[in-house]
């Protein structure tokens, strides 16, 4: 029987409930394993899910990056793909893709967003330079280091806070960063690494106040701003939902205004852009696209293909005019709320305000008994997928990994489990599954002991790491 205080989504929000602007044509599907099956896939994976064979999964909210669905007319692209080495015309379609909804200039292909940090990274840092940016990301960090350069994190305080609700917690904290080019000399500082929305925040946006001041900050000094645009698009949801003066603009239109503050950008187009591979770089400088245009025919592939199929080319071409339709976007950060929501309510400690891609839970507080040193965040996705087969990750110590001065754990302020919600590929019935088991894990929380690190990569260890529990 149902009972009365039964709401549906809409009414839970004050609202006439909407749907998903799609409907589903083709399906895969997918099974429960059994808790033993689970027990011997999860001690087979040393306790990391990203070693856990996704047939053993049920729920896979690991990354949203390259797990989305494509719409029929991506598809429909994928079977024009001109696989000519030279001048594919499905690199001119993306190229006018980035120009359009992008606007820049100049458009380099990669294979996925870290080719095209190695590229810019090693063309725009020299040995001993420091790159500020609104905290860090694992891949982008590491090409930094590796091209001689230094990340400062100038974030506002509030991201460091779990339950801080500054509505733009990606926000540059422009004094800080005023305060470190006056202290170090622009000359010093390789470039501003902005990324909107930040991922290691929580999928915090950042506001167009801030990234307009950040524009005029720069130019004080002459600083170049290059972006992260790989989730710009549910940045500019948050803006149009949240700022004053964009409510009435479209997603597209804030979109590009933002990028119109920075000089260039770089993508992992296996996120907001729709596509299960793909990357590239955008810029507005002729000198910098030469540059890149050199050195893609190295690492990736001519600079018309730059390791993508042609058919690659053109289902991301598509996806970029899909990503940005406004319909799309509240429905896809809807769908990260409602879970949000969901456990807010029930009291489980999370990142908040809920990002636009993922729910992280927050694993200092889910297991407050736990030091850093035994990987609460890492247990935490162990235990999850124990329960339900649902799969996280670890985002909190084990991620930031060593400082190579040092070669001292690094020791996050934020000790997090990510679940991301792939686009476009569960529904609010699957999101309901993810809450309830999230809430069994929650009620036993007293009895999780941790971890230990019984194998350790040298780099991005986070994706090969082993562990032990602790008995
Ligand atoms: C913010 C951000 N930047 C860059 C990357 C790297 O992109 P890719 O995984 O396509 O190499 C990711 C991937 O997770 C990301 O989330």
Same mark, same amino acid.
């Given at each position: 029987?149902?009972?009365?205080?039964?709401?549906?989504?809409?009414?839970?929000?004050?609202?006439?409930?909407?749907?998903?602007?799609?409907?589903?044509?083709?399906?895969?599907?997918?099974?429960?394993?059994?808790?033993?099956?689970?027990?011997?896939?999860?001690?087979?994976?040393?306790?990391?899910?990203?070693?856990?064979?996704?047939?053993?999964?049920?729920?896979?909210?690991?990354?949203?990056?390259?797990?989305?669905?494509?719409?029929?007319?991506?598809?429909?692209?994928?079977?024009?793909?001109?696989?000519?080495?030279?001048?594919?015309?499905?690199?001119?379609?993306?190229?006018?893709?980035?120009?359009?909804?992008?606007?820049?200039?100049?458009?380099?292909?990669?294979?996925?967003?870290?080719?095209?940090?190695?590229?810019?990274?090693?063309?725009?840092?020299?040995?001993?330079?420091?790159?500020?940016?609104?905290?860090?990301?694992?891949?982008?960090?590491?090409?930094?280091?590796?091209?001689?350069?230094?990340?400062?994190?100038?974030?506002?305080?509030?991201?460091?806070?779990?339950?801080?609700?500054?509505?733009?917690?990606?926000?540059?904290?422009?004094?800080?960063?005023?305060?470190?080019?006056?202290?170090?000399?622009?000359?010093?500082?390789?470039?501003?690494?902005?990324?909107?929305?930040?991922?290691?925040?929580?999928?915090?946006?950042?506001?167009?106040?801030?990234?307009?001041?950040?524009?005029?900050?720069?130019?004080?000094?002459?600083?170049?701003?290059?972006?992260?645009?790989?989730?710009?698009?549910?940045?500019?949801?948050?803006?149009?939902?949240?700022?004053?003066?964009?409510?009435?603009?479209?997603?597209?239109?804030?979109?590009?205004?933002?990028?119109?503050?920075?000089?260039?950008?770089?993508?992992?187009?296996?996120?907001?852009?729709?596509?299960?591979?793909?990357?590239?770089?955008?810029?507005?400088?002729?000198?910098?696209?030469?540059?890149?245009?050199?050195?893609?025919?190295?690492?990736?592939?001519?600079?018309?293909?730059?390791?993508? %199929?042609?058919? *690659?080319?053109? &289902?991301? #071409? !598509?996806?970029?005019?899909?990503? =940005?339709? @406004?319909?799309?976007?509240?429905?896809?950060?809807?769908?990260?709320?409602?879970?949000?929501?969901?456990?807010?309510?029930?009291?489980?400690?999370?990142?908040?305000?809920?990002?636009?891609?993922?729910?992280?839970?927050?694993?200092?507080?889910?297991?407050?008994?736990?030091?850093?040193?035994?990987?609460?965040?890492?247990?935490?996705?162990?235990?999850?997928?124990?329960?339900?087969?649902?799969?996280?990750?670890?985002?909190?110590?084990?991620?930031?990994?060593?400082?190579?001065?040092?070669?001292?754990?690094?020791?996050?302020?934020?000790?997090?489990?990510?679940?991301?919600?792939?686009?476009?590929?569960?529904?609010? %019935?699957?999101? *309901?599954?993810? &809450?309830? #088991? !999230?809430?069994?894990?929650?009620? =036993?929380? @007293?009895?999780?002991?941790?971890?230990?690190?019984?194998?350790?990569?040298?780099?991005?260890?986070?994706?090969?790491?082993?562990?032990?529990?602790?008995?």
């Amino acid at each position: 029987m149902i009972k009365k205080a039964v709401q549906t989504m809409g009414q839970q929000f004050g609202r006439r409930s909407w749907a998903e602007p799609w409907k589903i044509k083709m399906v895969e599907p997918i099974r429960v394993p059994s808790r033993g099956q689970r027990k011997k896939a999860l001690i087979d994976a040393g306790y990391n899910t990203f070693l856990l064979p996704s047939e053993d999964v049920y729920i896979d909210l690991l990354t949203d990056s390259g797990t989305s669905a494509m719409s029929d007319r991506q598809w429909a692209g994928i079977m024009m793909g001109d696989e000519a080495y030279a001048g594919s015309r499905n690199f001119y379609h993306l190229e006018e893709a980035v120009q359009k909804y992008y606007g820049y200039r100049y458009v380099v292909p990669t294979h996925q967003g870290r080719g095209a940090e190695h590229m810019i990274s090693q063309i725009c840092i020299t040995q001993g330079q420091l790159v500020p940016g609104n905290m860090y990301f694992t891949t982008t960090r590491l090409h930094q280091e590796m091209a001689g350069g230094t990340f400062v994190d100038v974030i506002i305080k509030a991201a460091h806070d779990p339950t801080d609700l500054h509505p733009f917690k990606g926000d540059v904290d422009l004094v800080k960063l005023e305060e470190l080019i006056k202290k170090e000399g622009a000359d010093k500082i390789a470039y501003v690494s902005l990324a909107g929305t930040v991922n290691m925040a929580g999928g915090q946006p950042v506001s167009m106040g801030n990234v307009k001041a950040l524009r005029v900050l720069c130019d004080k000094y002459g600083v170049k701003v290059y972006l992260d645009a790989t989730r710009m698009a549910e940045n500019a949801y948050f803006i149009q939902q949240q700022e004053e003066g964009y409510a009435d603009k479209s997603i597209a239109e804030i979109l590009k205004e933002f990028c119109s503050y920075t000089d260039a950008a770089w993508m992992s187009a296996k996120k907001d852009n729709l596509v299960n591979i793909g990357g590239w770089l955008a810029v507005n400088d002729r000198d910098l696209f030469d540059a890149l245009r050199n050195m893609v025919v190295v690492y990736e592939g001519l600079h018309t293909y730059g390791g993508m %199929a042609g058919r *690659d080319m053109e &289902a991301l #071409a !598509i996806g970029i005019s899909e990503s =940005v339709q @406004d319909d799309h976007i509240r429905a896809r950060v809807a769908q990260v709320q409602y879970l949000g929501n969901l456990l807010i309510e029930w009291g489980v400690p999370i990142m908040r305000p809920p990002g636009g891609h993922a729910i992280f839970l927050d694993a200092k507080a889910f297991y407050s008994h736990l030091s850093q040193d035994v990987f609460p965040a890492q247990i935490l996705a162990a235990e999850l997928y124990l329960d339900s087969g649902v799969r996280s990750m670890e985002r909190g110590i084990v991620s930031a990994g060593r400082d190579p001065a040092t070669g001292d754990h690094r020791r996050p302020a934020l000790e997090l489990t990510r679940l991301a919600i792939p686009r476009r590929v569960y529904t609010q %019935a699957h999101m *309901d599954v993810v &809450a309830e #088991a !999230i809430k069994t894990v929650y009620d =036993v929380r @007293d009895q999780a002991k941790g971890l230990k690190m019984v194998y350790e990569p040298k780099v991005l260890r986070f994706f090969q790491a082993r562990f032990e529990p602790i008995a």
